[in-house]
């Protein structure tokens, strides 16, 4: 089975590595998903898809504020955006998980989110 890593825009190192075929290091992290944000991916991360399918996909920060809010109704669990992200491929991207019986989405929570900055993020981009 193949392993889907999501980014968000602004913060998608490895996402930019794979497509220059060489580890490359981001100006800055410009998403509000800063959590899991890296400006250059491990070595150990950029030779894993020579081992194993990895696709990497990107979503908007919106998409993520997005699934983080239908998240939180669906479920009562505040999640950040770097989670968000995972979860807007079912949205997003959804024909990529079309092919499998039964997807796994890893899910985590955050220290980085708040009921209020859910709030400010869906003004902000929704």
Do not use: Y
Request: overall charge negative.
């Amino acid at each position: 089975m193949p392993v889907i890593a999501v980014e968000t825009e602004g913060a998608a190192s490895l996402h930019e590595s794979l497509k220059a075929n060489e580890r490359i290091i981001l100006p800055a992290i410009t998403s509000i998903a800063t959590s899991l944000g890296a400006r250059q991916v491990a070595q150990h991360v950029f030779d894993l898809p020579k081992q194993h399918p990895i696709e990497s996909v990107l979503v908007s920060d919106a998409d993520a504020v997005a699934a983080c809010l239908k998240f939180a109704d669906a479920r009562r669990i505040l999640v950040e955006p770097a989670c968000g992200a995972a979860l807007a491929v079912a949205d997003v991207h959804a024909g990529l998980l079309a092919r499998f019986d039964n997807p796994l989405i890893e899910v985590c929570g955050g220290i980085g989110v708040s009921l209020e900055k859910l709030r400010l993020w869906k003004e902000r981009f929704l």
